[in-house]
């Protein structure tokens, strides 16, 4: 894997984890952007796709903890979805394009594409893609999936990559990152990795060759603590935030 420039917004910046969110705003929505970009912070927000292919910005796979609906989000369309009220405030899931139209350039992005073993997720890059194409602001992709970053590197090879990891958190990926030939793979311009698995050796060596090295998820000022001596750039949220 040959090693290119990352570019330097990727680590000046801070990010709001699922935006700026909290009681009454809530996570991924409309409102935690602009809370995020009224504190001059970079965003963080993650992509599932509805039943007729759209992607939106939000995290889970299924409707229940966010909507009060049930069952998974890709049994809604776009348009069923955005109907939708998140926690019960009048803030709504939104298409990529739509969170991309508000956003407009001024604050750079960090979209992660879920996955799962099993999931199409050349689908999924190929609709992202499709919706940044004419995207002028900084952004990168992100995924737990190493296929995502080869489909990128293949298909979209400007765009800025980056590998997400955790050893802690078994949620399809554990310690994936780290497997033999994860970041051949993957070609990342940078990994952002569990904060509760730093410091580590191969975190180490990827900062010594100046590779950036991102953290999430930063809740507490401890966790700040550690990020600030260990990692480039934070992902962080609530009690974590400076």
């Not at 580590?200 to 100046?210: E, K, P, Q, T, V």
Request: glycine share 10%; hydrophobic share 45%.
């Amino acid at each position: 894997m040959t090693a290119r420039p990352a570019p330097g917004w990727l680590t000046q910046w801070e990010f709001a984890h699922r935006g700026l969110h909290g009681p009454g705003v809530p996570e991924n929505s409309l409102a935690a952007a602009e809370g995020a970009m009224a504190r001059g912070m970079g965003i963080e927000c993650d992509i599932q796709m509805s039943g007729d292919g759209v992607p939106m910005v939000f995290h889970d796979w299924e409707l229940d903890r966010l909507t009060g609906e049930t069952g998974p989000v890709v049994s809604r369309s776009a348009d069923e979805l955005e109907a939708l009220r998140l926690l019960g405030t009048d803030q709504h899931p939104v298409r990529l394009a739509r969170f991309l139209d508000v956003v407009a350039g001024r604050v750079p992005l960090l979209i992660e594409i879920k996955s799962l073993p099993g999931f199409n997720i050349a689908a999924c890059c190929r609709a992202v893609s499709e919706v940044l194409a004419d995207y002028a602001g900084p952004f990168a992709v992100m995924s737990f999936d190493p296929r995502m970053g080869a489909w990128f590197f293949k298909h979209r090879s400007a765009y800025v990559r980056g590998l997400v990891g955790t050893d802690t958190y078994d949620g399809g990926f554990l310690s994936a990152w780290r497997a033999p030939g994860a970041l051949d793979q993957a070609h990342p311009d940078f990994l952002a990795l569990d904060i509760r698995d730093l410091p580590n050796a191969i975190a180490g060596l990827w900062r010594a060759d100046r590779r950036p090295l991102l953290s999430w998820t930063i809740r507490s000022p401890h966790l700040r603590s550690r990020a600030l001596r260990c990692v480039d750039a934070l992902i962080a949220e609530g009690d974590g935030l400076a």
